[in-house]
RNA sequence: GGGGAGGUUCCAGAGCGGUCAAAUGGAACGGGCUGUAAACCCGUUGGCGUUGCCUUCGGUGGUUCAAAUCCAUCCCUCCCCA
């Protein structure tokens, strides 16, 4: 591949890529580059939105060049104050490096530990001293820093931005220059970091540079950006089963956005999809499941996602009764005759947290026993071995007495 | 330091003496429709072997036949001015 087709195969999906030409230039001059990307040691869980800058990065090893995976363990004491209308508590030192930890063993799961470099900010940071901090505050303004959007909302509305915060991207922009980073790239929200990067990297008589942000990914509610708070992440370490149970319920319209950040299937390919989808020839289901099993077979191998497939098919097209289900044994002491109250095994079978809520179940036609539905919250079962308990579409119990 | 607002059920947020297990919205759950979805429609959302009873509205005490609602006090949060 020559260097102007790699430029064009990084610029893919990316949305910002400040300078183009001169990562053309670079990539020409060096062969190959180093490329930052910094991580705040704060959750740990990454999740498929953090993957989109992961697998670009993975894209530039793939390519030959190296990633310096920067652990922000000095920069987590103050708390990247991006997006944010609060200040972050500081973390303590032991969870900070936990978290850097699981971070690492995590991203390996995209990146190639061969092509990557794993440094601690802490390394440099903490050796500062008081007249070298002043010296590269020096270089930045109170107004320039005010113009970021996160601070010049919480000055206008009057919320607290501690002086420290100031630091936060002055320290992250000193981290480039202490790598002599070639490219520094993260998500959108990162934008005004990275720059300033380039900005003191000048400062500092480096060459600037390059930086590449990613798009937010979107979670699976298709509204507002993957986060584990919102609960509307996939984390790249769930089971094969949630994961592709949790991609075939993303909505329609975020299906090839999905497909363009997190598979390296080839554009080509992908507006072929989109193509036949808009005819009617495939249906929107069909690419899905693509799409599931694309990603599942990325974290887990084929013959998992291929497992997935076939299991979610029989469980929800042919609304089959899966074949292995979780069961739950009721102990002897629990039956009186020889038989089990309803409600108290919904109870039990962690189906209900209280007697109301198993009565409301049973009344909306959510509970059935072997395939039947329920009505009568006061049937007493007598239970000989295997029945089905099911609750709502998708849980199932197998009920087996002890 | 001075002034003001407020703490209600999972969350947001009404209620301001009885008709309040507490409006409305979000979220969740169940049903329907479907493609498994999304959207949409309907229903449910304190507990109890449940036509009735019991416990909830920041904590504690009080007024009253009756308190989420009134009073006292304590704790906590937020805003404005300095």
Redesign the pocket.
């Known amino acids: 591949m020559n260097f102007r087709e790699q430029v064009c195969l990084i610029k893919e999906n990316t949305v910002d890529l400040i300078q183009e030409e001169e990562l053309l230039r670079r990539i020409e001059k060096k062969g190959s580059i180093r490329v930052k990307f910094g991580v705040d040691p704060t959750s740990p869980d990454i999740h498929l939105g953090h993957s989109v800058v992961l697998l670009k990065l993975r894209c530039f090893q793939d390519l030959g060049h190296k990633v310096v995976l920067l652990i922000g363990d000095f920069t987590a004491k103050v708390g990247d104050p991006s997006g944010r209308n609060k200040m972050r508590k500081p973390l303590s030192t032991e969870e900070i490096k936990a978290n850097a930890k699981t971070y690492k063993e995590q991203a390996f799961k995209i990146l190639s530990p061969e092509k990557t470099e794993v440094l601690y900010n802490s390394t440099w940071l903490s050796k500062m001293n008081f007249s070298r901090v002043l010296k590269l505050a020096s270089h930045y303004t109170v107004a320039r820093m005010l113009e970021r959007d996160d601070f010049n909302e919480r000055y206008h509305?009057?919320?607290p931005i501690g002086l420290h915060e100031f630091f936060y991207p002055l320290m992250q922009a000193y981290d480039s220059i202490a790598l002599k980073a070639d490219v520094e790239i993260g998500g959108t929200d990162q934008k005004f970091n990275l720059l300033l990067g380039r900005q003191m990297q000048k400062s500092y008589g480096q060459a600037p540079q390059v930086i590449i942000t990613m798009p937010i990914l979107e979670g699976t509610?298709?509204v507002e950006k993957m986060s584990k708070s919102l609960?509307n992440y996939i984390g790249i370490t769930e089971s094969p089963r949630e994961m592709y149970?949790k991609l075939?319920?993303?909505?329609?319209n975020l299906i090839f956005r999905y497909f363009r950040l997190l598979t390296s299937l080839s554009e080509e390919k992908i507006q072929k999809k989109e193509e036949a989808l808009s005819k009617g020839i495939l249906?929107?289901?069909e690419i899905?499941?693509d799409l599931?099993k694309w990603i599942v077979t990325f974290y887990y191998g084929a013959s998992s996602a291929n497992m997935e497939e076939k299991r979610?098919?029989n469980?929800?097209?042919k609304?089959k009764i899966p074949e292995e289900l979780p069961s739950y044994c009721v102990h002897s002491c629990e039956l009186?005759n020889d038989k089990i109250?309803i409600?108290?095994l919904l109870?039990l079978a962690h189906f209900a947290?209280?007697?109301?809520?198993?009565?409301?179940?049973i009344?909306?036609?959510?509970v059935?026993w072997d395939g039947k539905r329920i009505k009568d919250v006061?049937l007493?079962l007598s239970l000989d071995n295997g029945h089905i308990l099911q609750?709502?579409?998708?849980?199932f119990m197998k009920i087996i007495k002890l």
Do not use: T
């Not at 075939?248 to 329609?252: G, Q």
């Not at 947290?353 to 179940?361: F, K, P, T």
């Open positions: 509305s009057k919320y509610d298709g609960g149970g075939m319920s993303i909505p329609d249906h929107p289901k899905k499941k599931a979610f098919e469980l929800f097209k609304r009186k109250w409600i108290k109870k947290r209280s007697g109301s809520e198993a009565r409301r179940l009344a909306q036609g959510g059935k006061e007493e609750v709502g579409k998708r849980s």
